[in-house]
């Protein structure tokens, strides 16, 4: 992994591994990334061929979960690779990478808060269900997710562009968040606003979970169900502080082992920009009845054993994540 920082105006040291070392990591990553999207393909075509799927607002926001997950992960090891094969980025390209990959990265725990809500209702509000969580309303969730990550990274752009030459954007950059973005009160608006929406959807994890704890206690099994997977929501939600903290974790480790700098990023980076793409089919896409017949088929390429569309849709109506 290459270490350097290189503009118009600086040029820091460079780090880079062996020609066999790249080649190891970078098969690691390419593998991963390939193995993980395409179980995650599956699951947006399993979610595109059934109506079953595709008209209810809970599968709706896991596939928007999933969608997210394939965006970061496609992201993440395209730059690395062509962090190792061309070491810079133009400023521009970069930019755009960025804002995408903060943008999904934003949208997971947003429509995590969102799920747990869904999950809520269902159980606490059984009767009104139907009527407040519509595939119409969900898609409105949705665009608003988009809005809320597309405004949180917007200023950054405009700053950039008042304040940066216009030299600045066509030179040559180590693609880094902070190497495009580099007013300090960016950095300071980037934490805070990170901060006030990890505590407001935490505030919503914990409320909905002791919800649907108290409903739990009726011994209902669809209110067990949801309090488990509320609980996974938690867990996936710090999976994504883990990408808050991922250079503070980076920086702490280099300090303490110089020497391993190199290893110390790739390994981080696989652990907390890879792997936790791994949570979302193994909680919903395997813990699902439903989904789970249908993903078999597809994911094994599998024509054999078609499912009953009448069958298939009260299993979809049963099921709860």
């Not at 109506?51 to 992960?73: A, E, S, T």
């Not at 488990?228 to 999976?239: K, M, P, S, Y």
Request: aromatic share 12%; proline share 3%.
């Amino acid at each position: 992994m290459n270490l350097s920082n290189t503009g118009s105006n600086f040029t820091t040291a460079v780090y880079r591994d062996t020609l066999n070392t790249a080649i190891i990591k970078n098969g690691i990553t390419v593998v991963l990334c390939l193995s993980i999207n395409y179980v995650n393909s599956t699951l947006v075509y399993t979610f595109t061929k059934h109506q079953v799927f595709n008209v209810n607002p809970r599968y709706i926001l896991y596939i928007h979960l999933v969608i997210n997950d394939i965006i970061l992960l496609s992201l993440f090891t395209l730059l690395q690779v062509l962090s190792y094969i061309v070491y810079t980025l133009n400023i521009s390209l970069c930019i755009v990478l960025v804002m995408i990959s903060t943008i999904a990265s934003l949208n997971n725990p947003l429509t995590l808060a969102f799920m747990a809500v869904e999950c809520y209702i269902a159980i606490c509000f059984p009767l009104r269900h139907t009527q407040i969580c519509t595939v119409r309303k969900t898609y409105v969730v949705i665009g608003l997710i988009w809005a809320i990550s597309i405004l949180s990274i917007t200023p950054d752009l405009f700053v950039a562009l008042a304040t940066e030459s216009l030299e600045f954007f066509r030179s040559r950059v180590f693609c880094l968040r902070d190497n495009v973005f580099r007013d300090p009160n960016l950095t300071v608006k980037r934490d805070v606003s990170n901060s006030v929406c990890m505590v407001i959807v935490w505030l919503t994890l914990f409320y909905t979970y002791f919800w649907i704890l108290f409903a739990a206690k009726a011994a209902a099994k669809d209110a067990k169900k949801a309090r488990n997977t509320v609980l996974l929501h938690g867990f996936q939600l710090l999976l994504c502080m883990l990408t808050y903290v991922y250079h503070l974790i980076i920086q702490g480790l280099t300090y303490l082992f110089p020497n391993e700098a190199l290893a110390i990023r790739f390994t981080a980076s696989i652990f907390i920009q890879v792997l936790p793409r791994l949570m979302s089919p193994v909680v919903y896409g395997l813990r699902d009845k439903t989904f789970r017949n249908h993903l078999k088929r597809y994911l094994f390429c599998s024509t054999s054993a078609t499912t009953h569309p009448q069958t298939t849709q009260k299993q979809g109506i049963k099921s709860s994540f």
